[in-house]
């Protein structure tokens, strides 16, 4: 991984520079076991008056909560929703499903597109497009999907 900096800077350079949204997913917080950090969705809530999204760790409604409050307009779910799928719901009627983003980490695995969660390090042996209508099912608002096979490549 490489350090892009600090993030309240920079999601003030992309807002000043015409982005019409900004994503932190801190894809490390799962597989380290802690919460994504308030603090800096605080101070760039401050900054920035665009919608921000912000992911990683989240695992409770309470962490949800905690998020929006800080100043997120979005939060996105992932190795969560999968493990309880419940949070996708029940998230979804307490703050509304236009703020709750469900993001969904693929790779193709011969002629199948399975998904992976935790920082794309533990292979679900879910099929993707199955998860896929389950997650539109539960009431996500948005769906964030990523292509493991081609993440960081431009």
Not at 110 to 120: A, K, L, T, Y
Request: aromatic content about 6%.
């Amino acid at each position: 991984m490489v350090d892009a900096g600090d993030p309240v800077k920079q999601a003030s350079y992309y807002s000043q520079n015409g982005a019409d949204e900004i994503c932190f997913l801190d894809i490390s917080a799962s597989i380290e076991k802690r919460n994504t950090m308030i603090k800096v969705v605080e101070k760039t809530a401050e900054e920035v008056f665009i919608p921000l999204t912000v992911g990683g760790g989240i695992s409770s409604i309470q962490n949800i909560r905690s998020l929006l409050k800080a100043g997120a307009d979005k939060v996105s779910i992932n190795s969560a929703a999968i493990k309880n799928q419940r949070i996708i719901q029940e998230s979804a009627e307490h703050f509304g499903s236009q703020c709750i983003v469900v993001a969904v980490d693929v790779k193709k695995i011969e002629n199948d597109w399975i998904v992976f969660s935790h920082g794309g390090t533990i292979n679900t042996n879910i099929n993707a497009l199955k998860w896929l209508e389950v997650v539109q099912k539960l009431g996500a608002g948005e769906i964030l999907l990523t292509s493991m096979d081609k993440d960081g490549t431009k």
